[in-house]
């Protein structure tokens, strides 16, 4: 059963490279002849797998199911790097991973620096496994595991902690489907705003692929610096923001139910906690304007309102893109702490985002209130409430065991990148940013540099670490304990 989804999946893949292969086609550039390769290849392997099982019927085991999450993203990385290798963006096998992973766990770290160069067809592909990752295939999955298994609850319980997938529809994939029309209408509705700017028709498709899936691969070395734009920095923050909400909550709206929109505590606290940061940054921005950016030049009160904007909603959604004035790393020790509090935070479960998900944090917050309380008062009976509805205790457990496993992590991942001969502040801010999936780190891979100087070793722990932050840490952990094989 196992080898029949696997198929499936591959055979989506297929059909999106074929698209690109046809944008490369309609450019007549030579990135055609390696994608269409790419598509035969992916094709056959995909074929493989499911036409012999077709037919095959059955639930699948609930290891079966973590071996499948956990399988499809190592291998639309590895077939979805066959492109670059043979036209030749990349000239590794390191690297081309590194771009394909980071792609399609909407990281948006890079290796590439020479992407003004790159046709239109590969460049596309870039933009289009971030649309994957970000929704695409997490959708596609719930679509398709309950038509083989009863287990999807827990699989996706870390992913749409909030608001719980199964509840929205009686049927899984009339969800899935709803939750893709709206995904599909954010992006074309992204896509056109974008084209109203000084963007053309292809940048806009790309760049709104790239936000909605909260990914921040651009077409351009500048990324959205590029343009040099307050009208696109403005559109591409508000499609940020909203790729960061429970798409869950889009889905209610969309059938005249706006109560849960209202009512729902990890979105009010995502926009709170996003106004409040946007002040704090322009606060900084305005008591010290001589933070500068590329050309070390002063920037004005409006200026320094669009780079909090910005910058605040392309690191708390974990989109990673850069804009005109984002050069944290050059702004000082009082922007760091705060931009990587966003980086580990993340916005609503459910969504695009990655990080450790707002909700979390809430419930964490609420718990260690709680333990307060009970000091003065031992007796007292405190639940964790979120939107007025009490939350029980094991949900509270495992979200304090998610977090101590995330800090762990990153102990560990910071470790091994030191090692590699990374300073300390390089290592720990490339740890954060891909676990967290979101791009730009500190240091040798600071927001107006890349990951291509980085050792090779260090790329590969990388790309695990931004496997293990995109599938929530114990989907991947799992596959590595004795216990989970024997049972």
Known sequence: MKKKVFGVLLLMETAFLFI????????????????????????IFGSCLFFPYRKKTGNLSRMDCYIIISGVWVIFSLFGMIPFLLYGTVDNVTDAFFETMSGFTTTGASVLNNIDEQPHGILFWRSLSQWLGGLGIMVFS????????????????????????????????????GILTIYIALTLCCAIFYFIGPMNLFD??????????????????????????????????IFMLMGGVNFALYFYASTGNWKPLKTNEEFRWYICATIFFVLLFFLFFLINPNH??????????????RAA????????????????????????????????????????????SGG??????????????????LHKYPNAVLPVKISKRVIDHEMVTRTLAFIFLFVIVVMVGTTALAATGLSFDTAFGCCISAISNTGPGF?????????????????????????VGRLEIYTVLLLFTMKFWRD
């Open 20 to 43: 690109s292969a046809i944008m490369a086609l309609c450019y007549g550039e030579k990135d055609f002849m390696p994608l269409l390769v790419t598509t035969a290849i992916t094709g």
């Open 142 to 177: 719930i679509a398709l595991l309950p038509s083989y298994s009863r287990n999807n609850k827990q699989l996706f319980s870390t992913v749409v902690t909030s608001v719980s997938m199964s509840k929205v529809r009686p049927k899984t994939q009339e969800t899935a489907r």
């Open 204 to 237: 806009s498709v790309c760049h709104a692929m790239a936000t909605l899936g909260t990914g921040g691969f651009g077409t351009h070395q500048a990324n959205m610096a590029y343009f040099q734009s307050s009208y696109i920095e403005f559109v591409c923050s």
């Open 292 to 305: 500068v950016v590329s050309e070390q030049m002063p920037i004005s009160v409006a200026d320094s309102f």
């Open 309 to 352: 904007l910005f910058h605040v909603t392309s690191i708390f959604t974990s989109c990673g893109f850069q804009g005109t004035y984002c050069d944290y790393d050059a702004w000082g020790a009082a922007f760091w702490m705060p931009t990587m509090l966003m980086m580990v935070s993340g916005a609503c479960a459910g969504s695009t």
């Open 356 to 373: 450790m998900k707002l909700i979390r944090f809430i419930i964490c917050i609420k718990n260690t209130r709680n333990e307060f309380l």
């Open 443 to 467: 240091g040798e891979a600071g927001p107006y540099l890349n990951f291509s100087t980085l050792p090779a070793v260090s790329k590969w722990i990388l790309s695990i670490l931004m496997l």
